[in-house]
Protein backbone atom coordinates (compact mmCIF):
# COMPACT_ATOMS: atom_id res chain seq x y z
CA UNK A 1 0.00 0.00 0.00
CA UNK A 2 1.51 3.36 -0.87
CA UNK A 3 0.35 6.25 1.25
CA UNK A 4 0.62 9.90 -0.47
CA UNK A 5 0.01 12.31 1.13
CA UNK A 6 -0.78 16.22 -0.53
CA UNK A 7 0.26 19.00 1.34
CA UNK A 8 1.13 22.75 1.43
CA UNK A 9 0.81 24.89 4.26
CA UNK A 10 -0.34 27.30 1.91
CA UNK A 11 -4.13 27.67 1.93
CA UNK A 12 -5.84 27.37 -1.37
CA UNK A 13 -3.19 26.33 -3.75
CA UNK A 14 -5.38 22.80 -4.99
CA UNK A 15 -4.87 20.06 -1.99
CA UNK A 16 -8.26 18.85 -1.89
CA UNK A 17 -8.63 18.93 -5.74
CA UNK A 18 -5.73 17.43 -6.32
CA UNK A 19 -6.89 14.68 -3.58
CA UNK A 20 -10.01 14.35 -4.82
CA UNK A 21 -9.48 13.82 -8.58
CA UNK A 22 -6.05 12.01 -8.04
CA UNK A 23 -7.39 9.53 -6.13
CA UNK A 24 -10.61 9.12 -8.65
CA UNK A 25 -7.98 8.70 -11.36
CA UNK A 26 -5.88 6.34 -9.78
CA UNK A 27 -9.19 4.31 -9.28
CA UNK A 28 -10.06 4.77 -12.96
CA UNK A 29 -6.92 2.94 -13.77
CA UNK A 30 -8.32 -0.26 -11.50
CA UNK A 31 -5.90 0.99 -8.31
CA UNK A 32 -8.13 0.25 -5.36
CA UNK A 33 -7.45 3.92 -3.25
CA UNK A 34 -8.38 5.13 -0.37
CA UNK A 35 -8.92 9.16 -0.01
CA UNK A 36 -8.32 10.20 3.67
CA UNK A 37 -9.33 13.81 5.11
CA UNK A 38 -7.47 14.74 7.34
CA UNK A 39 -8.49 18.60 7.57
CA UNK A 40 -11.33 20.03 10.06
CA UNK A 41 -12.75 21.57 6.83
CA UNK A 42 -14.16 18.56 5.13
CA UNK A 43 -13.42 19.63 1.94
CA UNK A 44 -13.28 16.19 0.76
CA UNK A 45 -16.94 15.29 1.67
CA UNK A 46 -18.41 18.37 0.35
CA UNK A 47 -16.41 17.60 -2.94
CA UNK A 48 -17.45 14.15 -3.19
CA UNK A 49 -21.44 14.88 -2.29
CA UNK A 50 -21.08 12.98 1.05
CA UNK A 51 -23.74 15.30 3.14
CA UNK A 52 -22.12 15.58 6.25
CA UNK A 53 -25.09 15.44 8.64
CA UNK A 54 -25.15 12.03 7.67
CA UNK A 55 -21.96 11.51 8.61
CA UNK A 56 -22.13 9.83 11.72
CA UNK A 57 -18.44 8.39 12.36
CA UNK A 58 -15.18 10.53 11.10
CA UNK A 59 -12.16 10.20 11.23
CA UNK A 60 -12.11 11.80 14.24
CA UNK A 61 -13.55 9.01 15.91
CA UNK A 62 -11.13 6.79 14.10
CA UNK A 63 -8.12 8.67 15.23
CA UNK A 64 -8.71 10.03 18.47
CA UNK A 65 -11.12 7.61 20.68
CA UNK A 66 -9.20 6.54 23.82
CA UNK A 67 -9.62 4.53 26.36
CA UNK A 68 -10.99 1.87 24.27
CA UNK A 69 -13.58 4.33 22.77
CA UNK A 70 -11.97 4.61 19.12
CA UNK A 71 -13.99 3.11 15.80
CA UNK A 72 -12.47 1.46 13.33
CA UNK A 73 -11.56 2.86 10.30
CA UNK A 74 -14.03 1.05 7.89
CA UNK A 75 -16.81 1.86 9.68
CA UNK A 76 -15.55 5.80 8.72
CA UNK A 77 -15.27 5.26 5.09
CA UNK A 78 -18.26 5.85 2.27
CA UNK A 79 -17.67 4.13 -0.95
CA UNK A 80 -17.44 6.91 -3.41
CA UNK A 81 -17.03 4.66 -7.16
CA UNK A 82 -15.71 1.43 -7.65
CA UNK A 83 -12.03 1.39 -6.42
CA UNK A 84 -12.55 4.87 -4.76
CA UNK A 85 -13.31 4.93 -1.03
CA UNK A 86 -13.43 8.07 1.30
CA UNK A 87 -12.45 8.71 5.00
CA UNK A 88 -14.31 11.97 5.96
CA UNK A 89 -13.91 14.28 8.43
CA UNK A 90 -15.74 16.77 10.08
CA UNK A 91 -15.40 19.87 11.94
CA UNK A 92 -14.91 17.98 15.43
CA UNK A 93 -11.52 16.71 13.77
CA UNK A 94 -10.29 19.97 15.11
CA UNK A 95 -10.23 19.19 18.60
CA UNK A 96 -7.64 15.88 17.83
CA UNK A 97 -4.13 18.00 18.98
CA UNK A 98 -5.88 19.10 22.49
CA UNK A 99 -7.27 15.17 22.80
CA UNK A 100 -4.11 14.19 22.12
CA UNK A 101 -1.67 16.28 24.40
CA UNK A 102 -0.76 13.41 27.20
CA UNK A 103 -0.02 10.58 23.89
CA UNK A 104 3.22 9.85 23.30
CA UNK A 105 1.72 8.26 20.27
CA UNK A 106 -0.39 11.45 18.92
CA UNK A 107 2.01 11.58 16.07
CA UNK A 108 1.46 7.93 14.58
CA UNK A 109 -2.03 7.40 15.09
CA UNK A 110 -3.00 7.35 11.31
CA UNK A 111 -0.02 5.53 10.69
CA UNK A 112 -1.41 2.69 12.86
CA UNK A 113 -5.09 2.60 12.09
CA UNK A 114 -3.85 2.64 7.79
CA UNK A 115 -2.32 -0.91 8.82
CA UNK A 116 -5.82 -2.18 9.42
CA UNK A 117 -6.88 -1.38 6.06
CA UNK A 118 -3.49 -2.21 4.32
CA UNK A 119 -5.00 -5.30 2.94
CA UNK A 120 -8.05 -3.38 1.13
CA UNK A 121 -6.01 -0.47 -0.85
CA UNK A 122 -3.03 -0.08 -2.98
CA UNK A 123 -3.40 3.81 -2.19
CA UNK A 124 -3.65 5.92 0.08
CA UNK A 125 -4.13 9.70 -0.49
CA UNK A 126 -4.36 12.10 2.37
CA UNK A 127 -5.71 15.46 2.01
CA UNK A 128 -3.73 17.59 4.67
CA UNK A 129 -4.85 21.03 6.23
CA UNK A 130 -3.49 24.16 5.69
CA UNK A 131 -1.19 24.31 8.62
CA UNK A 132 1.35 22.86 9.78
CA UNK A 133 0.17 21.08 13.72
CA UNK A 134 -0.68 17.33 14.97
CA UNK A 135 -2.65 16.46 11.88
CA UNK A 136 -0.33 17.29 9.36
CA UNK A 137 2.34 15.68 11.01
CA UNK A 138 0.47 12.38 11.65
CA UNK A 139 0.42 12.78 7.51
CA UNK A 140 3.79 13.13 7.15
CA UNK A 141 4.33 9.77 9.64
CA UNK A 142 1.95 7.84 7.98
CA UNK A 143 3.03 8.51 4.04
CA UNK A 144 6.41 7.28 2.53
CA UNK A 145 5.27 10.27 -0.34
CA UNK A 146 4.32 13.80 -0.60
CA UNK A 147 2.90 15.45 -3.15
CA UNK A 148 3.09 19.71 -2.74
CA UNK A 149 0.65 21.15 -5.14
CA UNK A 150 1.77 24.67 -5.66
CA UNK A 151 -0.10 26.77 -7.37
CA UNK A 152 1.56 29.23 -10.31
CA UNK A 153 1.03 32.53 -8.67
CA UNK A 154 3.38 35.08 -7.14
CA UNK A 155 3.17 33.54 -3.70
CA UNK A 156 3.86 30.38 -4.96
CA UNK A 157 7.13 30.12 -4.34
CA UNK A 158 7.52 31.44 -1.03
CA UNK A 159 4.83 28.63 0.58
CA UNK A 160 7.09 25.93 -1.36
CA UNK A 161 10.24 27.07 0.51
CA UNK A 162 9.01 27.03 3.58
CA UNK A 163 6.87 23.25 3.39
CA UNK A 164 10.07 21.78 2.21
CA UNK A 165 11.35 23.66 5.53
CA UNK A 166 8.90 21.91 6.84
CA UNK A 167 9.63 18.67 5.95
CA UNK A 168 13.18 18.54 6.36
CA UNK A 169 12.35 19.43 10.26
CA UNK A 170 10.19 16.43 10.37
CA UNK A 171 13.03 14.02 8.84
CA UNK A 172 15.56 15.19 11.47
CA UNK A 173 12.77 15.05 14.52
CA UNK A 174 11.57 11.65 13.66
CA UNK A 175 13.49 9.86 11.34
CA UNK A 176 10.74 9.09 9.45
CA UNK A 177 11.89 10.04 5.60
CA UNK A 178 9.29 10.71 2.98
CA UNK A 179 9.79 10.96 -1.13
CA UNK A 180 8.81 14.84 -2.16
CA UNK A 181 7.24 15.96 -5.39
CA UNK A 182 5.83 19.12 -6.24
CA UNK A 183 3.75 19.50 -8.70
CA UNK A 184 2.67 22.86 -10.51
CA UNK A 185 -1.25 23.13 -10.20
CA UNK A 186 -3.40 25.83 -11.84
CA UNK A 187 -1.22 26.24 -14.54
CA UNK A 188 -2.26 29.07 -17.28
CA UNK A 189 -0.01 29.10 -20.37
CA UNK A 190 -1.68 32.17 -21.45
CA UNK A 191 -0.68 34.21 -18.56
CA UNK A 192 3.50 35.28 -18.71
CA UNK A 193 3.20 34.79 -15.15
CA UNK A 194 2.24 31.55 -15.32
CA UNK A 195 5.03 30.59 -17.62
CA UNK A 196 7.51 32.38 -15.80
CA UNK A 197 6.63 30.62 -12.55
CA UNK A 198 6.80 27.53 -13.86
CA UNK A 199 10.02 27.53 -15.75
CA UNK A 200 11.59 29.45 -12.31
CA UNK A 201 10.48 26.20 -10.19
CA UNK A 202 11.59 23.82 -12.80
CA UNK A 203 14.45 25.67 -12.74
CA UNK A 204 14.60 25.95 -9.05
CA UNK A 205 13.32 22.22 -7.99
CA UNK A 206 14.22 20.27 -10.98
CA UNK A 207 14.52 16.99 -9.71
CA UNK A 208 11.39 17.15 -7.09
CA UNK A 209 9.05 18.20 -9.97
CA UNK A 210 6.57 15.86 -11.19
CA UNK A 211 6.71 15.55 -15.44
CA UNK A 212 3.11 16.17 -15.08
CA UNK A 213 1.13 19.17 -13.91
CA UNK A 214 -2.35 20.85 -13.35
CA UNK A 215 -3.77 22.97 -15.80
CA UNK A 216 -6.38 25.79 -14.59
CA UNK A 217 -9.24 24.41 -15.76
CA UNK A 218 -12.87 25.77 -14.78
CA UNK A 219 -14.30 22.18 -15.13
CA UNK A 220 -12.57 21.10 -11.75
CA UNK A 221 -14.28 23.92 -9.97
CA UNK A 222 -17.57 23.01 -11.37
CA UNK A 223 -16.98 19.25 -10.57
CA UNK A 224 -16.11 20.51 -6.98
CA UNK A 225 -19.34 22.35 -6.46
CA UNK A 226 -21.18 19.47 -8.08
CA UNK A 227 -20.03 17.16 -5.55
CA UNK A 228 -18.36 14.80 -8.67
CA UNK A 229 -14.23 14.34 -9.20
CA UNK A 230 -13.25 15.07 -12.61
CA UNK A 231 -13.84 11.70 -14.07
CA UNK A 232 -17.49 11.99 -13.20
CA UNK A 233 -18.18 15.85 -13.97
CA UNK A 234 -16.45 15.74 -17.29
CA UNK A 235 -14.30 12.67 -18.82
CA UNK A 236 -13.54 14.51 -22.19
CA UNK A 237 -12.20 17.77 -19.96
CA UNK A 238 -8.81 18.72 -19.70
CA UNK A 239 -8.70 18.74 -16.00
CA UNK A 240 -9.56 14.83 -16.63
CA UNK A 241 -6.53 14.52 -18.81
CA UNK A 242 -4.19 16.25 -16.50
CA UNK A 243 -4.95 14.25 -13.61
CA UNK A 244 -4.78 10.66 -16.00
CA UNK A 245 -1.15 11.81 -16.54
CA UNK A 246 -0.24 12.63 -12.64
CA UNK A 247 -2.05 8.95 -11.80
CA UNK A 248 -0.14 7.26 -14.90
CA UNK A 249 3.15 8.66 -13.69
CA UNK A 250 2.80 7.77 -10.08
CA UNK A 251 2.05 4.27 -11.08
CA UNK A 252 5.24 4.27 -13.43
CA UNK A 253 7.30 5.87 -10.77
CA UNK A 254 6.43 2.97 -8.33
CA UNK A 255 6.30 3.72 -4.45
CA UNK A 256 9.17 4.50 -2.56
CA UNK A 257 10.32 1.07 -1.85
CA UNK A 258 9.68 -2.15 -3.13
CA UNK A 259 6.33 -3.33 -2.20
CA UNK A 260 4.95 -6.50 -1.62
CA UNK A 261 2.34 -7.79 -4.29
CA UNK A 262 -1.28 -6.87 -3.66
CA UNK A 263 -3.34 -9.91 -2.46
CA UNK A 264 -5.87 -8.67 -5.52
CA UNK A 265 -3.16 -9.57 -7.62
CA UNK A 266 -2.56 -12.85 -6.30
CA UNK A 267 -6.02 -13.91 -6.18
CA UNK A 268 -6.29 -12.99 -9.78
CA UNK A 269 -3.23 -15.13 -10.69
CA UNK A 270 -4.29 -17.85 -8.86
CA UNK A 271 -7.72 -17.64 -10.65
CA UNK A 272 -5.94 -17.56 -13.75
CA UNK A 273 -4.02 -20.37 -12.64
CA UNK A 274 -7.41 -22.85 -11.74
CA UNK A 275 -8.57 -21.39 -15.10
CA UNK A 276 -5.60 -22.51 -16.84
CA UNK A 277 -5.44 -26.19 -15.43
CA UNK A 278 -9.10 -26.31 -15.95
CA UNK A 279 -8.39 -26.16 -19.72
CA UNK A 280 -5.37 -28.09 -19.74
CA UNK A 281 -8.11 -30.76 -18.08
CA UNK A 282 -10.56 -30.83 -20.74
CA UNK A 283 -7.74 -30.79 -23.27
CA UNK A 284 -6.02 -33.55 -22.49
CA UNK A 285 -8.90 -36.37 -23.19
CA UNK A 286 -8.64 -34.76 -26.70
CA UNK A 287 -4.67 -35.94 -27.12
CA UNK A 288 -5.61 -39.79 -25.53
CA UNK A 289 -7.29 -42.25 -26.83
CA UNK A 290 -9.55 -44.13 -24.40
CA UNK A 291 -7.41 -46.72 -22.61
CA UNK A 292 -5.43 -43.55 -21.47
CA UNK A 293 -2.29 -43.84 -23.94
CA UNK A 294 -1.08 -40.95 -25.99
CA UNK A 295 -3.52 -40.84 -29.21
CA UNK A 296 -1.85 -40.53 -32.43
CA UNK A 297 -4.64 -38.43 -33.09
CA UNK A 298 -3.32 -34.31 -32.36
CA UNK A 299 -6.25 -32.44 -31.33
CA UNK A 300 -8.48 -31.31 -34.67
CA UNK A 301 -8.50 -27.31 -35.49
CA UNK A 302 -11.79 -27.47 -34.62
CA UNK A 303 -11.30 -28.50 -30.79
CA UNK A 304 -8.57 -26.19 -30.65
CA UNK A 305 -10.86 -23.45 -31.03
CA UNK A 306 -13.26 -24.08 -29.21
CA UNK A 307 -10.89 -24.32 -25.79
CA UNK A 308 -9.92 -21.45 -26.94
CA UNK A 309 -13.31 -19.61 -27.12
CA UNK A 310 -13.56 -20.77 -23.38
CA UNK A 311 -10.62 -18.94 -22.39
CA UNK A 312 -10.72 -15.19 -24.18
CA UNK A 313 -13.32 -13.23 -24.35
CA UNK A 314 -14.80 -11.83 -21.58
CA UNK A 315 -15.21 -13.27 -17.74
CA UNK A 316 -16.82 -12.32 -14.67
CA UNK A 317 -14.31 -12.46 -11.53
CA UNK A 318 -14.76 -11.30 -7.76
CA UNK A 319 -12.25 -8.71 -8.68
CA UNK A 320 -13.68 -7.14 -11.68
CA UNK A 321 -14.90 -7.66 -15.20
CA UNK A 322 -11.99 -9.44 -17.32
CA UNK A 323 -11.52 -8.81 -20.75
CA UNK A 324 -8.76 -11.01 -22.57
CA UNK A 325 -8.03 -11.04 -26.70
CA UNK A 326 -5.36 -12.33 -28.71
CA UNK A 327 -3.71 -10.02 -31.42
CA UNK A 328 -1.06 -11.81 -32.84
CA UNK A 329 1.51 -9.05 -33.72
CA UNK A 330 -0.56 -5.92 -32.73
CA UNK A 331 1.21 -3.32 -30.94
CA UNK A 332 -1.41 -1.96 -28.71
CA UNK A 333 -4.81 -2.79 -28.04
CA UNK A 334 -7.21 -0.80 -26.35
CA UNK A 335 -10.83 -0.93 -25.23
CA UNK A 336 -13.65 1.42 -26.27
CA UNK A 337 -17.91 1.49 -24.92
CA UNK A 338 -20.39 2.67 -22.96
CA UNK A 339 -18.40 2.52 -19.60
CA UNK A 340 -15.51 4.97 -20.98
CA UNK A 341 -17.65 6.88 -23.19
CA UNK A 342 -16.23 5.44 -26.27
CA UNK A 343 -12.65 6.84 -25.54
CA UNK A 344 -10.26 4.30 -26.29
CA UNK A 345 -7.28 5.95 -24.82
CA UNK A 346 -9.36 5.60 -21.34
CA UNK A 347 -8.44 1.71 -21.30
CA UNK A 348 -5.97 0.56 -22.78
CA UNK A 349 -5.38 -3.43 -22.70
CA UNK A 350 -2.20 -4.73 -21.22
CA UNK A 351 -0.22 -6.91 -23.15
CA UNK A 352 1.62 -10.31 -22.59
CA UNK A 353 4.71 -10.36 -24.54
CA UNK A 354 5.01 -14.01 -24.81
CA UNK A 355 1.34 -15.38 -25.40
CA UNK A 356 0.35 -12.55 -27.50
CA UNK A 357 -2.45 -11.76 -24.99
CA UNK A 358 -3.98 -8.68 -24.39
CA UNK A 359 -5.97 -7.82 -20.92
CA UNK A 360 -7.48 -5.55 -19.07
CA UNK A 361 -9.96 -5.36 -15.90
CA UNK A 362 -12.46 -3.20 -15.43
CA UNK A 363 -15.25 -2.57 -12.26
CA UNK A 364 -18.36 -2.39 -13.69
CA UNK A 365 -21.18 -2.17 -12.11
CA UNK A 366 -24.48 -4.43 -13.06
CA UNK A 367 -25.79 -3.08 -16.07
CA UNK A 368 -25.73 -4.13 -19.76
CA UNK A 369 -22.56 -2.49 -21.73
CA UNK A 370 -21.43 -2.19 -25.32
CA UNK A 371 -17.91 -2.58 -26.20
CA UNK A 372 -15.23 -2.47 -29.29
CA UNK A 373 -11.48 -3.49 -29.48
CA UNK A 374 -9.14 -1.01 -30.92
CA UNK A 375 -6.45 -3.16 -32.32
CA UNK A 376 -3.56 -0.87 -33.37
CA UNK A 377 -6.54 1.90 -34.32
CA UNK A 378 -8.70 -0.19 -36.24
CA UNK A 379 -11.96 -0.35 -34.17
CA UNK A 380 -13.52 -3.86 -34.39
CA UNK A 381 -15.50 -6.36 -32.54
CA UNK A 382 -14.44 -8.97 -29.73
CA UNK A 383 -13.64 -11.97 -31.48
CA UNK A 384 -14.24 -14.22 -28.78
CA UNK A 385 -17.32 -12.92 -27.59
CA UNK A 386 -20.08 -13.97 -29.81
CA UNK A 387 -22.69 -11.72 -28.07
CA UNK A 388 -23.58 -8.52 -30.70
CA UNK A 389 -25.82 -6.26 -31.51
CA UNK A 390 -25.46 -4.01 -34.66
CA UNK A 391 -24.75 -0.40 -34.68
CA UNK A 392 -25.44 2.48 -36.46
CA UNK A 393 -22.42 2.30 -38.98
CA UNK A 394 -23.50 -1.09 -40.09
CA UNK A 395 -20.86 -3.12 -37.72
CA UNK A 396 -21.42 -5.08 -34.75
CA UNK A 397 -20.69 -3.75 -30.95
CA UNK A 398 -19.76 -6.59 -28.79
CA UNK A 399 -21.87 -6.95 -25.76
CA UNK A 400 -21.33 -7.76 -21.90
CA UNK A 401 -24.15 -8.38 -19.00
CA UNK A 402 -22.66 -7.70 -16.17
CA UNK A 403 -24.44 -9.04 -13.11
N1 LIG B 1 -6.38 23.27 -11.53
C1 LIG B 1 -7.39 24.02 -11.10
N2 LIG B 1 -8.19 24.64 -11.99
C2 LIG B 1 -9.22 25.43 -11.60
N3 LIG B 1 -9.53 25.65 -10.30
C3 LIG B 1 -8.76 25.04 -9.37
C4 LIG B 1 -7.67 24.20 -9.71
N4 LIG B 1 -7.11 23.74 -8.55
C5 LIG B 1 -7.82 24.27 -7.55
N5 LIG B 1 -8.81 25.06 -8.01
C6 LIG B 1 -9.79 25.84 -7.26
O1 LIG B 1 -9.08 26.63 -6.30
C7 LIG B 1 -9.79 26.71 -5.09
C8 LIG B 1 -8.92 26.18 -3.95
O2 LIG B 1 -8.63 24.82 -4.20
P1 LIG B 1 -8.60 23.72 -3.06
O3 LIG B 1 -9.78 23.83 -2.16
O4 LIG B 1 -8.36 22.42 -3.70
O5 LIG B 1 -7.31 24.21 -2.28
P2 LIG B 1 -6.74 23.71 -0.88
O6 LIG B 1 -5.27 23.85 -0.94
O7 LIG B 1 -7.30 22.39 -0.54
O8 LIG B 1 -7.37 24.78 0.10
P3 LIG B 1 -7.27 24.74 1.71
O9 LIG B 1 -5.88 25.19 2.01
O10 LIG B 1 -8.32 25.70 2.17
O11 LIG B 1 -7.53 23.35 2.14
C9 LIG B 1 -11.05 25.88 -5.29
O12 LIG B 1 -12.10 26.75 -5.64
C10 LIG B 1 -10.71 24.97 -6.44
O13 LIG B 1 -11.87 24.60 -7.18
MG1 LIG C 1 -8.32 21.74 1.18
Known sequence: MRTIAIANQKGGCGK????INLSACLAREGRRTLLVDMDPQGHCALGLAVPEEQIELSMFDALAGMNGDSVELSRVIWQITANFDLAPSKVNLAGFEPRMLDHPDRDVRLRTILESVADRYEYVVVDCPPHIGLLTYNAFQAAGEVIIPVDT???????????LDTIDELRRRSGHDVHVRVLANQYDVRTKLGREILSELKRKYDSLMCQSFINFNTKLKEGASFGQPITEYDPGSMGLRDFVRLARELIAAGGPEQEAVPPSILRQADELAARAERLLATTAPLLCDRSGEKATRPATHEEIEKKIEQIYGVSQTDDGVVFLTRAPGAADVKIAGD?????????????????????????LAPGRYRYRLVVDGNWSQDPFNSYVESNPFGEFNSVVEVK
Open 153 to 163: GYFSLQGLGKQ
Open 339 to 363: FNNWSPEATPMVRNHESQDFRAMLQ
Open 16 to 19: TTVA
